[in-house]
């Protein structure tokens, strides 16, 4: 990932494009003799390792930031427990790559070029630029993806040949004397005879043995990235237990344990998993999710109540394991500025016990969908798919003004008084009887029942969302229309005449007001 550092400082500065010519960044390191170029944008064209000064000295009107190494370090640490999609053995290469042992997993993707297009893909998606190299050695595949080889030949030593010594991933000092000695790329260094080079540098820089771990003349095991186990709280019991409240029991027990770690560690439980451990071998396990993360002792003790009467004892629980599968970081918060708590965790305490009495699937929400179409602007949701991405108390809104309700107040009154209280879930086709092809309603049959109407205002347009429907689709014009008998409806006639898009036009219900 070459352009980690300022990728990430973008992300978190908001830069709408970075393409624009507006955003002329580097971010500076402190080094012995002054401050050091880590990284740099597209508009500022400076190279890593400038001096500062003379990087104004180029451009005076430059913006200097200090880089955050230590979180681009923590970037990296995550970005490697998260590619364990790719590999159940993943290494944190350097301060920008990660290594990955992908012995037998390219078939999962058809190929390795699968293999190598999902990892962009997916890395694109978070706005990531990232190189891939697969190789049959770990120094073979840093050199590759940081030196794109142009050679078209066979063979690992021939593909490795006109790539530059700084391939060898040795220290800038080695490297510069390998230059100096004329020796610029690895077919040059593979061609000198190995005792006459082997005296100029020391055992730890000794450019020949990067040459051999890279060619797999030598062994250069992966180190795969330490994953933290998740908090867990485990009870023996120096006897089987038959009995079914024994889980209950136990559960009182193992949900104080599992409070004191996540406070340590300061997470908060969004998934919770008892596990009962039968003499006879099976595992009789009962769980519970949380709308929002918790470590309420109390509130996790409830979830689980009624869950550990499901637990089948068998011949007997000798054992019993409480582990918080999900969990999200919790700090200390205030809920409010006097002691008048709003009522979210409350809600939320409500959700989690809706959802372990009705199932998560009884337990729904309406969310709005990125469409102007009214059947497509809204739709239902679980709870659990919905609720992570809430904003935390005290997050700003506009962080992600999709997850808030105040930045959508405005537009949402604005539309009440226009659109229907009810919405049909899919129209319904109704006769028209109207003046001329463009003229107001005057009348509909819908339901086997005539409407007179009385008053009628519109009409709206909605036009098809071209990018997702054929291109035959017809736009729409909405009335809001009134019968005789005061009943209020929405309805739409589809087309026009003479648009080429089919007939005539047709005539739909959609809504009901009140």
């Known amino acids: 990932m070459p352009r980690l550092a300022i990728e990430r400082w973008l992300k978190a500065s908001g830069a709408p494009d970075e393409a624009d010519g507006t955003w002329r960044v580097v971010l500076v390191v402190e080094a012995a003799h002054g401050q050091l170029v880590h990284a740099a944008t597209q508009a500022a064209g400076i190279r890593r390792g400038t001096r500062l000064t003379d990087a104004r000295a180029l451009d005076p009107g430059l913006q200097a930031v200090a880089a955050d190494v230590a979180g681009d370090a923590a970037l990296l640490v995550r970005l490697a427990r998260w590619a364990s999609r790719w590999s159940p053995l993943v290494e944190v290469d350097g301060e920008d790559g990660l290594r990955l042992d992908v012995s037998g997993v390219a078939h999962l993707f058809g190929h390795e070029a699968g293999l190598i297009r999902d990892i962009e893909t997916r890395f694109a998606g978070m706005g990531l630029t990232c190189r891939v190299a697969v190789a049959g050695t770990a120094g073979a595949a840093w050199g590759l993806a940081r030196f794109p080889s142009p050679s078209r030949e066979e063979g690992l030593e021939a593909i490795l040949a006109p790539l530059p010594v700084a391939a060898l991933r040795l220290p800038p000092g080695p490297t510069r004397t390998l230059e100096l000695l004329g020796l610029k790329t690895i077919g040059q260094l593979a061609g000198v005879p190995r005792r006459s080079l082997a005296r100029r540098f020391r055992e730890a820089d000794n450019p020949l043995d990067a040459l051999d771990r890279m060619l797999g003349r030598k062994a250069e095991p992966l180190t795969a990235a330490p994953c933290e186990a998740p908090p867990r709280a485990t009870l023996r019991l120096a006897e089987p237990v038959a009995d079914p409240s024994a889980a209950a029991q136990a559960l009182g027990l193992l949900v104080p344990e599992l409070v004191e770690q996540l406070a340590k560690r300061r997470l908060g439980v969004r998934r919770l998993v008892l596990c009962g451990y039968r003499v006879d071998g099976e595992v009789a396990m009962a769980g519970a999710a949380t709308a929002l993360p918790t470590r309420d002792a109390s509130h996790l003790r409830r979830l689980l109540a009624d869950k550990t009467g499901e637990l089948d004892p068998g011949f007997g629980f000798d054992a019993f394991l409480l582990e918080a599968s999900w969990c999200e970081p919790l700090g200390a918060r205030q809920d409010s500025l006097v002691d008048e708590p709003r009522g979210e965790r409350q809600v939320a305490e409500l959700v989690d016990r809706l959802t372990v009495k009705l199932g998560a699937e009884a337990v729904r929400r309406p969310v709005a969908r990125g469409s102007h179409v009214p059947e497509r602007a809204s739709g239902w949701v679980g709870v659990e798919d919905s609720l992570p991405s809430l904003p935390a108390r005290g997050q700003a809104a506009r962080s992600n003004p999709a997850a808030g309700l105040d930045c959508r107040v405005a537009s949402l009154l604005a539309m009440t008084e226009r659109r ?50 054929k291109a035959s689709a017809r736009l729409r014009d909405y009335y809001r229309v009134e019968d005789a008998s005061g009943r209020r409806f929405w309805i739409y006639r589809e087309g026009l005449a003479g648009d080429g898009r089919g007939g005539a036009p047709e005539w739909y219900l959609h809504g009901l007001f009140g």
């Not at 092809?437 to 009409?459: K, S």
Request: cysteine-free; hydrophobic content about 35%; glycine content about 8%.
């Open 420 to 469: 229907p209280q009810r919405l049909l879930d899919h129209p319904e086709a109704i006769g028209v009887i109207y003046a001329t092809p463009e003229g107001l309603p005057r009348r509909f049959t819908w339901r086997r029942g005539v409407h007179d109407i009385a008053r009628v205002e519109g009409p709206e347009r909605i036009a098809p969302e071209w990018w997702r429907e």
